[in-house]
């Protein structure tokens, strides 16, 4: 389908995609309201990480350490596609949303399993999909919210289905798509643009969410004039990247909404030279005008593909003896940051490595800014071994934390390095612009010695410790839930199973294999006094694409089978 044709097909058939396929005796919808999400009930996961500090924490308890072995399927849900799942269900009394690749936007029955609609988006036959995968909706009153693979923001009513509006967040020719989970704060709908591997300028922007309006739009790259805009040379800001691939977290209290940012492009460095602000940041952005009050940048000028685009979570913590107001990440880059912030400045505390890294040699200790081992950057026509290796030392999936333990959980990946050799790339709209040298083994490498690659990590935040670490012979992709019952939940091991760790020692106290790996995003609900825990399993992506690189460096070899399937789990009756 050629673009002009798409645009017809949209056009004439965009109210017909949607279609009820069961009629269930569910109760009245009950509109999200704003209030609810900044105060959701604790039987409900309303948004991506369950709420807007981005925790991925639930205080239901009734699953805990004495009786999660107890736990077992009630539940299952195919969803007739390939490649990854990386979609958190998301929940609001009996009613479930899914995303899948591809851009179906599934409406489940959360007690029972039973579809009441399914939405497919029409994709043009000249998209192209680096990324093939959706990381879920958001809720507003009594719509849901996708951005989608061709960069459009799509409003469905969420009681049938039917397409109320969309619009286009960019141009997909171009090279924008949209993976992300939209954010709905302050009474706007808001959504970040990927693409950045294809010469993209990166944006966050806003919409009212009764009519698809356009309310502020903010790049990640500022044009000449713009405070930042002298670490990027000559006309590198045009297509530098800096994409924001993941949903942002929000403090009502500030109204400040937080985001992490992407690497910039091309990989190399050399070839923009400077900063380049505000590529691998957390960025605060004014939620009321779209502009950009603070900023800390985890490390300048990458060369490395280290994006730092997970959640920022909103965690505060204790630093000698004081209360500090924190923004708490575990860095692509293999470093666990702690930062502190207010209303219109974000500060370093400190961090630390929480894998094995061997390119910076120093981090100040005021500002935060690194230094680096010139011989582990890449360049140009200049090859570098470095560890953590391109996929860092935690990618994507996000963490969690419990508030009562005052546990973070990282799911990490130890023991992976990369060697990567830049060469000369030339701006085509919509193609490729990385810059990067093809090499026999993909430069993947394990170090020598390793005897594990997966590793789930406890670090207390207030002392800044490590507390635990339980490892795996697999990588690890997945992301994590935490629970009041001293439950840690996760899978994203090439085993394919989803499993339950007591949260304060470690300990694997529960696990299921599933039918694919899991890298999608647990939750857990309550509906009529029954807690359940749901995951999404269904391999691909950069798990499929690192496991591929893994069987050429081992002589084992491991095939993870692919499909979509939706895991729903209680205790027995």
């Known amino acids: 389908m050629n673009r002009f044709a798409y645009t017809l097909a949209l056009l004439a058939t965009s109210l017909f995609v949607s279609n009820s396929l069961s009629a269930q005796p569910l109760p009245p919808y009950e509109p999200v309201t704003a209030e609810r999400l900044q105060s959701p009930e604790e039987d409900n996961w309303l948004m991506y990480r369950g709420t807007y500090d981005a925790q991925g924490y639930s205080t239901l308890d009734q699953?805990?350490?004495?009786?999660?072995?107890?736990?077992?399927?009630?539940?299952?849900?195919?969803?007739?596609?390939?490649?990854?799942?990386?979609?958190?269900?998301?929940?609001?009394?009996?009613?479930m949303y899914i995303t899948t690749p591809q851009n179906h936007l599934l409406a489940l029955n959360a007690k029972t399993g039973d579809l009441l609609w399914r939405y497919q988006r029409y994709l043009p036959d000249d998209l192209q999909q680096f990324h093939p995968t959706n990381r879920g909706v958001a809720l507003y009153e009594n719509l849901v919210f996708m951005a989608t693979v061709d960069a459009?923001?799509?409003?469905?009513?969420?009681?049938?289905?039917?397409?109320?509006?969309?619009?286009?967040?960019?141009?997909?020719?171009?090279?924008?798509?949209?993976?992300?989970?939209?954010?709905?704060?302050?009474?706007?709908?808001?959504?970040?643009?990927?693409?950045?591997?294809?010469?993209?300028?990166?944006?966050?922007?806003?919409?009212?969410?009764?009519?698809?309006?356009?309310?502020?739009?903010?790049?990640?790259?500022?044009?000449?004039?713009?405070?930042?805009?002298?670490?990027w040379p000559g006309d590198t800001w045009k297509t530098g990247g800096v994409p924001v691939w993941i949903t942002g977290s929000y403090d009502p209290e500030l109204n400040m909404t937080y985001w992490g940012t992407g690497n910039g492009g091309p990989w190399m460095g050399d070839v923009r030279p400077g900063d380049n602000l505000y590529s691998t940041s957390v960025i605060a952005i004014d939620?009321?005008?779209?502009?950009?009050?603070?900023?800390?940048?985890?490390?300048?000028?990458?060369?490395?593909?280290?994006?730092?685009?997970?959640?920022?979570?909103?965690?505060?913590?204790?630093?000698?003896?004081?209360?500090?107001?924190?923004?708490?990440?575990?860095?692509?880059?293999?470093?666990?940051?702690?930062?502190?912030?207010?209303?219109?400045?974000?500060?370093?505390?400190?961090?630390?490595?929480?894998?094995?890294?061997?390119?910076?040699?120093?981090?100040?200790?005021?500002?935060?800014?690194?230094?680096?081992?010139?011989?582990?950057?890449?360049g140009t026509g200049k090859s570098a071994d470095f560890c953590p290796s391109l996929w860092g030392g935690k990618d994507w999936p996000p963490e969690a934390f419990n508030p009562e333990l005052r546990l973070l959980f990282i799911p990490a990946n130890e023991n992976l390095c990369s060697t990567m050799e830049g060469e000369e790339a030339q701006y085509s709209p919509g193609r490729s612009y990385m810059g990067r040298a093809e090499s026999d083994n993909g430069g993947f490498f394990i170090?020598?010695?390793?005897?594990?690659?997966?590793?789930?990590?406890?670090?207390?935040?207030?002392?800044?410790?490590?507390?635990?670490?339980?490892?795996?012979?697999?990588?690890?992709?997945?992301?994590?839930?935490?629970?009041?019952?001293?439950?840690?939940?996760?899978?994203?091991?090439?085993?394919?199973?989803?499993?339950?760790?007591?949260?304060?020692?470690?300990?694997?106290?529960?696990?299921q294999p599933t039918n694919s790996g899991v890298i999608g995003v647990p939750v857990t609900y309550r509906i009529d006094g029954v807690q359940y825990v749901a995951v999404l399993s269904g391999w691909g992506v950069d798990a499929q694409r690192e496991q591929n690189l893994i069987n050429m460096v081992r002589e084992k070899q491991t095939y993870v089978p692919q499909g979509g399937v939706l895991w729903v789990f209680a205790l027995e009756e």
Do not use: C
């Open 287 to 378: 939620a009321g005008n779209g502009e950009i009050m603070a900023h800390h940048q985890y490390h300048w000028n990458d060369s490395w593909d280290w994006d730092e685009v997970s959640t920022p979570m909103l965690i505060d913590y204790q630093r000698e003896g004081e209360t500090v107001k924190g923004i708490v990440h575990a860095g692509r880059n293999g470093y666990l940051w702690f930062l502190n912030r207010t209303a219109d400045s974000i500060g370093f505390e400190d961090a630390t490595p929480y894998v094995y890294q061997e390119v910076f040699t120093s981090i100040d200790p005021v500002t935060g800014r690194p230094e680096y081992d010139m011989s582990k950057k890449p």
């Open 447 to 511: 170090r020598d010695g390793a005897e594990h690659i997966g590793e789930l990590q406890a670090w207390n935040v207030d002392t800044g410790e490590r507390v635990w670490t339980t490892t795996f012979e697999s990588q690890n992709w997945g992301p994590v839930l935490a629970t009041a019952g001293n439950l840690v939940f996760m899978g994203g091991t090439n085993d394919r199973k989803f499993r339950a760790f007591d949260a304060r020692t470690g300990e694997i106290l529960w696990e």
């Open 63 to 95: 699953i805990n350490t004495e009786n999660v072995d107890k736990l077992e399927m009630v539940w299952s849900f195919s969803t007739g596609l390939r490649e990854g799942h990386q979609a958190p269900p998301i929940v609001n009394n009996e009613f």
């Open 152 to 231: 459009y923001l799509v409003a469905l009513d969420a009681v049938t289905g039917e397409l109320v509006w969309e619009v286009p967040v960019e141009d997909y020719y171009a090279g924008y798509y949209m993976t992300l989970a939209p954010l709905v704060a302050d009474g706007k709908v808001m959504v970040g643009v990927s693409g950045g591997e294809m010469g993209i300028r990166g944006f966050v922007a806003a919409y009212d969410p009764m009519n698809g309006e356009e309310l502020w739009k903010r790049y990640t790259i500022p044009a000449p004039g713009e405070p930042g805009s002298e670490s």
